[in-house]
């Protein structure tokens, strides 16, 4: 019923950038929020940044100052803007949302995307 399409991941130089994008599409009723997590080989997938739909933000500490969560809630989709990458910011990014669906009366759901690769070489 719900799809989350993540794209913009990609192979980059330390100290450059990336922009990833997820679109959610489906029979959506509200998208309460809409986060990003990534896993890198042999770790667990962790919580890089968050973004409600009142605009709330909040960041691993890791990435705060460096990488910038933003939404377009018209296009229920969200962007993870990512500066001065670091080899560590290496992982397979994944899009996570928490929403309702359409006459699901307020029962929330949660959706992963099917992630994307980001390699920073040093």
């Known amino acids: 019923q719900v799809q989350l399409v993540e794209s913009g991941g990609g192979l980059v130089q330390a100290g450059g950038t990336l922009r990833l994008s997820c679109a959610a599409s489906?029979?959506?009723?509200?998208?309460?929020?809409m986060g990003w997590y990534r896993q890198a080989p042999g770790k667990q997938r962790e919580l890089v940044a968050v973004?409600?739909?009142?605009?709330?933000?909040n960041y691993a500490d890791s990435v705060r100052g460096r990488f910038t969560i933003s939404e377009d809630n018209a296009k229920n989709t969200a962007y993870l803007q990512m500066n001065s990458l670091k080899p560590e910011d290496t992982a397979v990014y994944y899009c996570?949302?928490?929403?309702?669906?359409?006459?699901?009366?307020?029962?929330?759901?949660?959706?992963w995307g099917q992630g994307t690769q980001v390699t920073v070489s040093s």
């Open positions: 489906g029979s959506i009723f509200n998208i309460n929020a």
């Open positions: 973004i409600t739909s009142g605009g709330s933000t």
């Open positions: 996570n949302a928490d929403l309702s669906l359409r006459g699901s009366r307020g029962v929330k759901y949660n959706y």
